[in-house]
Every structure is written in structure tokens, then in C-alpha cells.
């Protein structure tokens, strides 16, 4: 059996308008991903709507509209490959998306392509500014540049160099190396550099975006951090016994294995051992992380434990916070947040209502430089250092030490409102 090519998660991030969505759809179908015949059906669509020339964006904007609907369609999970990879793709259409999909577990994005549009006008915007500084908060450390629109602007050089600088200083104001960054010269829409060479730029010898994908690097496997699972579901299989569910985030699990899980009853954590460890109705004499396991455990009871609750191993316990400070970006709310803000902090598979006890400092959400201290709110555009209580007991980890652990989006009313990673927190002794 040939070795299974390694998945990414690819985030496309970029101001509004600068054809995120073509890229992907332009991407999709050059690459044989999406058939001529469903590339007609959006052509026509697209047309009957006025909208000729967005064919290629509505492949991903009719995924997202059938997903809502609960529709598997193909396109979803179509593993979009390269020579290198399969891909999970992330389109990134406002904040919204962008950061849900960022944060629920299984698309922490591995990298990102920031779009950028080089028609004269273009280039930096405010919200290439928002997602380039949220990219690097939620912890996506690789990135390709687009720089796209290039038949609008005439396939200059000079353009492509003008945008290259302003974005490269953009970068780096934000903590990224620009020069370990691929910039490519693109123009979706009449399908230059995106899958296909192009001879309309001869003076650009760089990749084009799909073969770009493959100079992205396997994000390392942090095997070397205590063990991580998060708790997606418990079930009780009859004749087997208590089988939990989840992903490992870090760290290794293997049969024989001692375990605790917290909070768990009263927030005490309670203790058993792992028997088997199966994925796909295989044995597993060991899962790593990102595989999505079932295990079998002795002395833990199926009303012991609950979604949310978090694995590890006895000489490394998972964190439970009391409180924690938070690097927090406020993205959608409708009003401002003021001290007392109670909304649900999604944090790895745990939904917790948790008390915003204390706005320490606002920050410039392009430099992340403090702007006031003690601000009375924070509201849209701002990131901000949070003191944060939860309701009940929860299991955290700081950023430097299990980054995987440390991030959450707050949800209020059906949207996510904020994102953020806890930096520091106050210990439960259990």
C-alpha cells in the first residue's frame, strides 16, 4: 500500500473582493478537482444571477450554502491534491468563517495563502491588516502570498514589486520572516500562475500557486508534549466497555497506558487505563496527534465523563484553570464587551460560559502594541489582554506551553464574536 500523502489544512485569508474564492474555484477546477460539467452548472448560475465572471468564487460560495443545508456534496471534502499533499481548503470569505473554521479542532489551519490584489488602487487593505494579525494569534505560521489581479494591473513587474514590499513590511511588522515567504504573481480569473504556467509574465520565475503548496512543510507532529485528547463523545459499547472518543492534539496514548480525565466528576478527574486503542475499527498500538480515535479504558464509568473533559497521563495532568488571561481580538460583536460579559468560550471540544472579570489593556490589533490600559470596552477590530473567570472547572493550557490548548472562539447568539489564546492561568489543585 502506498504511503497516504499528508493532509493540510489550507486557509485562504485576504481583504474582501481581492478573489479569495476565485483562486480556490480557479485552483479546484484547473486541477481536476471540480468536473467541466459542475463548472458549467455555476457558469449558467452565475449568468442567470448577473453575475458572470464569479463562476469560479461560487464554487466555494454554493459549498457553503449546501453545508449550512447539512448536504454532503462532493466538493466539501473532495481531498484536493498536489503531488506533495491532500488538502483540506478554507475559504475565508469575512471574519466569521475564517475564525470558526480556524478554531474548531480539526481545522486549525496548517497554513495559509493571503490574496492580495495588485490592481493599482488595492494592495495592503484594512482587513488584510485584521486577518495577517489573526493568522498569526490563532497560530498559522506558514504563508504563500497571492498577489492577484496581476492582468489588472497590466502584468507589470513594477506593480508586483510594489504590492511584494508593502505586504513583506505588513509581515514583518506582525512577527513573519518575509523572506522565508513565496510570493506568487497570479491572476485568477484568466487562470495566470494559479495551476497553469503563464506567458504573460515572463520576467516572474517563481512557482505558480499549486506548485507553491508543495514548498509548504508538514507541520511537525508535537509528539513530544504530554498527551492531549480532548473528548469529543463517551460511548458504552455492549461487551466491550466505556469507549471515549477525540483527537489527539499532543503527545502519544498507548494500550496500558495510566490516564486521567478532567474536570470529570466535580472537577476531581478520575483515573483508569487505556485497554485498546482503535481507529477505523483497526487496532492501533499507538495514536499520535491528529488521529481521531476510539479507546477502550478500564475503571472509568460512562457517567464519569463527558464531552469537553480532556485526557492526559497521570505525571502530566491537564491543566484546570479557575481563571486565565487571555490575547483576545474582538471580531463581530454588536455592541462593545465591558467587564462582566458572560458568553460560551468554545475551547477545544469544551463549551463553558466564562466571566470576563477584568479588561487589562487594548491593543493595536495590526502591531499588537498597548493602546490604553484598563479601556471601559473593547469593541470590533480590537485585541485586547483579558482576564478571564469560567463557570465551571476547564481545562486550559497556556500558549507556551501547549499552544494546541490554549485557543478559543467566543460565541454569543449563534456567531463568534472573538478568538483568542490564553498566555497565563491560575491552577486548580485538584
Known amino acids: 500500500m502506498a504511503k497516504e500523502k499528508e493532509h493540510l489544512n489550507l486557509v ?8 479569495k474564492s ?5 485552483l479546484m477546477f484547473d486541477s481536476g ?34 453545508q449550512e443545508r447539512g448536504l454532503t456534496i462532493d466538493l466539501a471534502h473532495k481531498k484536493f491534491e498536489t503531488p506533495k499533499y491532500y488538502l483540506t481548503i478554507i475559504d475565508a470569505p469575512g471574519h466569521r468563517d475564517f475564525v470558526k473554521n480556524m478554531i474548531t479542532g480539526a481545522s486549525q489551519a496548517d497554513a495559509g495563502v493571503l490574496v492580495v490584489s495588485a490592481n493599482p488602487g488595492d494592495g495592503v487593505q484594512a ?3 485584521e486577518h495577517v494579525f489573526l493568522a ?31 505586504v513583506s513590511k505588513l509581515l514583518k511588522s506582525v512577527g513573519y520572516k518575509p523572506e522565508e515567504i513565496l510570493f506568487v504573481a497570479q491572476a485568477s480569473f484568466p487562470g495566470d500562475n494559479v495551476f497553469k504556467k503563464t506567458d504573460k509574465m515572463p520576467w516572474y520565475k517563481g512557482p505558480t500557486l499549486y506548485e507553491a503548496i508543495d514548498h509548504l512543510k508538514v507541520p511537525d507532529k508535537p509528539v513530544d508534549l504530554p498527551l492531549r485528547l480532548p473528548i469529543q463523545d463517551v460511548y458504552n459499547i455492549t461487551g466491550i466497555g466505556v469507549v471515549p472518543v477525540g483527537r489527539v492534539e499532543t503527545g502519544v496514548m498507548k494500550p496500558g497506558d495510566k490516564i486521567i480525565v478532567v474536570p470529570a466528576r466535580e472537577g476531581k478527574g478520575i483515573t483508569g487505563e487505556v485497554k485498546t486503542v482503535e481507529m477505523h475499527h483497526e487496532q492501533l498500538p499507538k495514536a499520535e496527534p491528529g488521529d481521531n480515535v476510539g479507546f477502550n479504558v478500564r475503571g472509568i464509568g460512562k457517567k464519569d465523563i463527558a464531552r469537553g473533559d480532556v485526557v492526559g497521563h497521570l505525571d502530566s495532568v491537564p491543566t484546570v484553570a479557575t481563571e486565565f488571561t487571555a490575547h483576545m481580538v474582538v471580531l463581530n460583536h454588536p455592541t462593545v464587551i465591558t467587564v462582566g460579559y458572560t458568553p460560551v468560550f468554545h475551547i477545544h471540544t469544551a463549551q463553558v460560559a466564562c466571566q470576563i472579570t477584568a479588561i487589562e489593556k487594548k491593543l ?5 502594541a498597548t493602546l490604553q490600559e484598563n479601556p471601559d470596552f473593547v469593541k470590533n477590530g480590537d485585541a485586547a489582554i483579558v482576564k478571564v473567570k469560567p463557570t465551571t472547572p476547564l481545562v486550559i493550557e497556556k500558549q507556551k506551553d501547549i499552544p494546541q490548548m490554549s485557543r478559543f ?12 489564546m490564553c498566555i497565563d492561568l491560575v491552577k486548580k489543585q485538584i
Do not use: C, W
Open 12 to 19: 485562504f485569508i485576504g481583504h474582501v473582493d481581492h478573489g
Open 127 to 129: 482587513q488584510t491588516k
Open 364 to 368: 493595536n490589533p495590526a502591531t499588537g
Open 136 to 166: 498569526r494569534t490563532l497560530g498559522v505560521d506558514q504563508l504563500i502570498v497571492a498577489v492577484n489581479k496581476m492582468d489588472m494591473a497590466g502584468y507589470k513587474e513594477e506593480r508586483y514589486n510594489e504590492v511584494k514590499d508593502q
Open 409 to 420: 472562539a467566543i460565541r454569543d447568539s449563534g456567531t463568534t464574536v472573538a478568538a483568542g
Open 33 to 66: 478537482a471540480i468536473s467541466e460539467q459542475q463548472m458549467r452548472k455555476l457558469r449558467e448560475k452565475a449568468a442567470e444571477l448577473g453575475k458572470s465572471g464569479f463562476e469560479f468564487a461560487y464554487v466555494m460560495d454554493n459549498l457553503k450554502e449546501e
Open 22 to 26: 476565485t483562486t480556490v474555484g480557479r
